[in-house]
């Protein structure tokens, strides 16, 4: 999996900046990535496989305003939800299945064969995401199916309370790891066909637990052994189910 770094002053500078009014990147967890921008970002959390290596975003102000068209659709699409049982409590989540098709399909690939059951939010950065699903309360991280294909586009923005997907720098390389957006992150959102631009797959939102999130969002954090932002006192995913 894959994971981008920051030294602890960019991180500082990076928190500093997302509480005074933005958000960030998303990672995974990881060893320092030289290639990270300024602040921190989603990535996935580098395997045991050390040719493998998963992003996770990156964190720097960058609001983006919302319009009406932004958050009200005409129609009301069938869609998943999903029930998140964590140390800390409930959260809920509606899945994107008419914006997000593969990115939707293999996170319940994970959820029904209960893959996500006994991990931990291995990475948690305040005002700025919180990150699962690829380590377990050892911090060794559990092998995943293959890579899937990013489905960020403008219309998924990575706004508080959406579900997003963690990845490397390349762009196609998601598998396991989610996160969830504590404020609007705009600086992931899908910006063009770069890879410097191509953004983070947001395929659902919390509609249920968003306390919850938050509560999660602000625990403690430090170093476990070659990582960072992994909570002092573990948070762990009991299980994830499709809501009946």
Request: aromatic share 6%; hydrophobic share 35%.
């Amino acid at each position: 999996m894959h994971t981008i770094r920051l030294t602890t002053a960019l991180v500082a500078a990076a928190v500093a900046a997302a509480v005074a009014g933005g958000a960030g990147c998303v990672r995974s967890s990881g060893e320092p990535d030289s290639s990270a921008p300024v602040p921190p970002t989603p990535a996935e959390v580098v395997p045991k496989d050390p040719s493998q290596t998963f992003d996770e975003p990156s964190r720097k102000p960058n609001p983006q305003p919302r319009t009406r068209n932004d958050t009200v659709s005409e129609t009301a699409p069938t869609r998943t939800a999903v029930i998140i049982e964590t140390t800390m409590g409930t959260i809920k989540a509606e899945l994107w299945d008419d914006k997000a098709p593969i990115t939707v399909e293999n996170f319940l690939t994970y959820v029904d064969a209960t893959f996500y059951d006994g991990l931990i939010f291995h990475r948690v950065i305040k005002g700025f995401m919180i990150q699962g699903g690829g380590f377990d309360a050892g911090m060794e991280q559990k092998a995943t199916r293959e890579q899937i294909k990013n489905e960020a586009a403008a219309d998924k923005k990575n706004d508080r309370g959406t579900l997003a997907m963690a990845r490397t720098g390349v762009v196609d390389s998601a598998t396991s790891q989610f996160f969830i957006n504590l404020v609007d992150n705009g600086f992931l959102n899908h910006r063009d066909e770069t890879p410097q631009g191509f953004g983070y797959c947001a395929f659902g939102k919390v509609i249920e637990g968003l306390d919850v999130v938050d509560k999660i969002g602000a625990v403690a954090t430090g170093r476990a052994g070659r990582y960072d932002d992994v909570p002092v006192n573990q948070v762990q995913i009991k299980s994830i189910r499709r809501a009946e």
